[in-house]
């Protein structure tokens, strides 16, 4: 039965403004074993991210084929209203929310090592890291698991073919700027992720 008593109380994104969401990930094994399958289909998902932020007519294209029984199977009405540009909180409520689903703007593909070390700053704040770690731990886990030189192998062989601009691709160390664009205000930079724990009012601290 639908009750239709389910309400968004707020989203994600404004939690924390273009938050790294979803992820791709392989063994260590499947990538040292397959090493040009591994950049192909990052090749893929970077195109189809792309291809998804290049047009309003891609997103309603991408709803259609999500909408399918074979993929999502949801109504596409459903699947349309966040990925065409709008989030609806209640049935009569309905905003704009351009950046609600961003797949390529803002270099919303490339792996972060910042965005690693925040997940890491909050298991830590809640327990599920049971003792305080340095920095350099923090840094080192996350370099373990974002792998940016596969990114790069497969965005330059996309550049190589036309399908990217190198100004698609950031200048960085692996970690995004500072940034404080969270509900709660609170700065983050990845380099200091102690000195960021120290600084919320909840959760551990040491």
Not at 110 to 119: E, T
Not at 125 to 144: F, L, N, P, S
Request: glycine share 6%.
């Amino acid at each position: 039965m639908i009750r239709d008593i389910g309400v968004t109380v707020i989203t994600d994104y404004e939690i924390w403004k273009n938050n790294p969401e979803k992820v791709f990930g392989v063994t260590a094994a499947w990538a040292e074993q397959n090493p040009q399958t591994h950049i192909a289909v990052v090749k893929a998902l970077i195109r189809a991210a792309k291809w998804l932020d290049e047009s309003p007519q891609n997103r309603i294209e991408a709803c259609r084929i999500l909408s399918r029984p074979e993929y999502v199977g949801a109504d596409f009405k459903v699947i349309a209203n966040s990925m065409t540009g709008t989030w609806q909180y209640t049935a009569d409520d309905t905003r704009p929310m351009p950046d609600f689903n961003v797949f390529f703007r803002y270099f919303a593909t490339y792996p972060y090592y910042s965005d690693a070390v925040w997940y890491l700053t909050q298991m830590r704040r809640w327990g599920q890291i049971g003792e305080a770690k340095a920095d350099e731990w923090y840094k080192q886990t996350a370099a373990d698991v974002y792998k940016p030189d596969i990114y790069r192998a497969a965005a330059k062989e996309l550049i190589e073919e036309g399908y990217l601009e190198s100004s698609d691709i950031p200048e960085t160390d692996g970690y995004r700027p500072a940034t404080n664009e969270f509900i709660d205000g609170v700065a983050y930079d990845g380099r200091e992720p102690n000195a960021y724990l120290h600084k919320l009012a909840i959760g551990l601290k040491d």
